[in-house]
């Protein structure tokens, strides 16, 4: 342990020390400080790229890039700090006319709930890392931070909190906004401590559900948000699947491959006529494409033993396997749609990496009821052709209901950051359907509302004040 | 059984199978049927006002104004819905500039959840009740409802169940939108029916955290929004109790017994200054205050338990006390503040009714730090004096930290149906810090953002379509 890495009780502490200070300081002060951090992360672009491929294999233009959207998005929460609409600044004023009686006067904003924990992930070591989304939508929220580093890239992981701390100090934010620890023990010790008030979390299933059931579990119960991944189902009709076969094949096999098939927007699972060449063009491009080195050891056993487990299932059958069991390679595997409805629970499950299910179907008619069987998902996928748009209609909503988002001759991974995102989705896609993690609504999860009543100025928050010091936006009875 | 009375699991199904439509009729039409509802309450107000008398005890002018209050609370939900803000309706370009990486066009809102469950309350037949706030807020968000009925009022609750279905029937409104259960375990089995979506709940902790974890341990948890009381601390300064200190005293009293004590902001705690006459002018009020009947017997009992177990505290003192210690009449305690903080968990319990504990404190600048340590409250209030409000700058803070309303020289009772009311806090005052029971902002719960992404025109959502048929606010490109 060294000064940036921090014990669990003493950063929390710390953080509800800062809680107070952070919250109130004035929006300019608290968005320059997130664009402080993301200037000192770019300054480092170099040395924080080479790091990152040591530690997790990806390459550096993928790297350069994700640093570049860290650093935007941490700019951009900055910009929604300036412009103060995510207060949601409301004031009725006395009205002793009222229909249910005399209202007092009652000026309302959201403020900032305190200490987060973030889990880092591992798939992207800047983005959904320490100083990722989770980390700036808070920070914009007002909230102060803990972060529990991923082991995939625990040097890294350091080297940013160190380049972390020296911004925050720089732009004069209090001590205690900002702390690492490390280890899962830290991680369940800071999720328990009693100075917490929410959580954020991006990973896998089954460590989502256990914290989240730690979070549940405090004698105070406190918001977890996870992103639990996902298969993101794609349908492609009758109609796409004759007219695109190459196009739509090229574009499945490009996404499910896209970095070792490591995102949570990976489409794992695919629809398609069964009497289509369509499974066999993407069987083609699979093959062809070699296998790329994964995040880690614990991520590529972990794929090959859900690939295992997904191909031994009845019903499945292998259309591309490397001849090397142990490979990290792209995989596909085919079954029918009524073996897939009988076996949907397993065959729905998560296999973190390039790997593929193709489930053929008989008629587009008998997709609705199986895809309204499936588990929450992130994103949910239809592949067809303008023509027969208004055939679509029913199936269109039964994959919203389905997902967070729903993509039309697009393919899911690319995870833009931006006003009108939407990352998230029904459980187990996320433990909180009503919020995203990615885009600038992320940081409403980290803010509670509440109300002032007959409040003299004086002692009055800024946003709250008759004069608008601050010059957010304010609805004004209604 | 009747027709007006549904079993669990067919009253889920049906929701289920309504919800899509419901959730797709134009706003207007979705507005006209709740505000169907509310005529159709106002047009049977004197049998409904006669039944919940009977049933509950409380007086006619209070539940004509609760009628009242309950109409009115229809209809502000049915003007939200055709303002159409809540859908919070953005739309980002395609832009090919965009600094992460070619952006696609984006299109998100929020869309209903799904069928809603919501436990009814006792203290409030009609506006926490089968037609109260949270049904008007789910239904408002396009969600089915299924009300578990209080057992407090259940002729009432049947009533009313009977009005709505005629009022939703002749609204065009698709049947499944709206269902009562009754019974502890009808409610248990509707709350873990697969397809429920989301609950609400309004009543004591105690049943409050046993629903929100039969809602977290489903195999797919869902949202629990539990608002589960508070004792609703306030605070009076020496210079108030010095200046004010009659009416002072008339407002606590007055409060503190309303409705016989049966409202969760209810201002069961009150800090004051060890020297001042106020404690002795509030007993003398309370003491002269007749019983009131409280809603039944078990209402009663309860109270009577729960003061008694407060009152056999070691540091607490009976400063108004009924001969008859059965009787659910006005109580006041005291006790000083070291003591109050030495026993703060038992001490801060909520004992529902007319029960006040007085805690006088030598030195205010003592108060933050045993109020830091109070559980999550509904309400904090400060009486203060205009000249002193520079020194309350931070007991402001540490008050509004606990709470979801904070109130300046007012009485928490009373909680007026307004964009700007707040009833929420941190737990256990809810079990959803981030949102609100009352005020337009309520439909926010039941609504989960969902975007769609290069989805052609035909297949948008009417309020995500270029022409905008809705005519709906939406917030394009940030």
Redesign the interface.
């Known amino acids: 342990m060294n000064a940036v890495v921090r014990e669990p009780d003493a950063a929390v502490a710390a953080a509800a020390a800062a809680a ?1 200070t952070w919250a ?1 300081l004035p929006l300019p002060e608290r968005a320059h400080a997130l664009e402080t951090v993301a200037d000192a992360l770019e300054a480092e672009r170099a040395d924080l790229v080479a790091l990152a491929n040591a530690e997790t294999h990806l390459d550096a233009p993928r790297l350069n ?1 994700e640093l ?2 860290t650093a ?2 941490l700019r951009l929460f900055a910009e929604e700090v300036r412009a103060g609409a995510f207060l949601d600044v ?3 004023r006395a009205d002793p006319q ?4 005399p ?2 006067e ?3 904003y959201r ?1 900032a ?2 200490p987060v924990l973030v889990f880092a992930a591992s798939n992207f070591p800047f983005a959904f890392s320490v100083a990722g989304g989770d980390t700036a939508s808070a920070w914009a929220a007002g909230c102060p931070v803990i972060v529990k580093a991923h082991p995939g890239h625990p040097e890294l992981s350091r080297r940013t909190a160190g380049i972390i701390h020296a911004a925050l100090a720089k732009s004069g934010a209090p001590d205690g906004v900002f702390a690492l620890i490390e280890g899962v023990q830290a991680g369940i010790d800071a999720l328990r401590h009693p100075a917490l008030k929410a959580a954020a979390f991006t990973g896998s299933e089954r460590a989502g559900l256990a914290l ?2 730690i979070a ?1 579990d405090r004698p ?4 977890f948000y996870g992103e639990l991944g996902s298969v993101n189902p794609v349908v492609v009709t009758p109609a796409a699947a004759r007219t695109r076969s190459q196009e739509i094949a090229q574009g499945y096999a490009a996404s499910l491959t896209l970095g070792a098939g490591q995102f949570c927007t990976n489409p794992g699972l695919l629809f398609l006529p069964a009497d289509a060449p369509l499974v066999d063009d993407i069987a083609r491009l699979l093959g062809e494409t070699p296998p790329a080195p994964m995040l880690g050891p614990w991520i590529s056993e972990a794929y090959v033993d859900g690939a295992r487990r997904l191909a031994d299932l009845p019903g499945t059958h292998r259309l591309v396997w490397p001849d090397d069991d142990s490979a990290p390679s792209p995989r596909l595997l085919t079954t029918d749609l009524p073996t897939f409805a009988a076996t949907l629970a397993p065959m729905a499950q998560e296999c973190f990496g390039p790997l593929g299910l193709a489930v053929t179907y008989d008629d587009l008619q008998d997709l609705p009821a199986v895809l309204a069987a499936l ?2 998902q992130l994103t949910t996928t239809l592949h067809g052709e ?1 023509t027969e ?2 055939q ?2 029913s199936l ?2 039964t994959l ?2 389905r ?8 393919w899911p991974t ?1 995870v ?7 990352h ?1 989705g ?3 896609a996320t ?6 993690s990615v885009g ?2 992320a940081l ?2 980290f ?10 100025e ?2 009055l928050p800024p946003a709250l004040r008759e004069g608008n010091p601050w010059g957010v936006p304010r ?1 004004v ?2």
Do not use: C, K
């Open positions: 107070r109130e890039g570049t959207r935007f998005q409301r004031i009725d009222w229909p249910t009686g209202r007092p009652l000026r309302r403020t709930l305190g989240a059931r549940a105070r119960p406190i918001p588990p929450g303008p748009a208004e679509l209609t269109t909503a919203a209901e997902s967070g988002r729903v993509l039309w001759n697009a690319g833009s950051v931006t006003p009108a995102m939407q998230g029904p459980h187990p433990t909180a359907p009503t919020t995203t600038t609504a409403t999860r803010l509670r509302p509440i109300t002032y009543q007959s409040y003299p004086a002692l609805t009875d209604g």
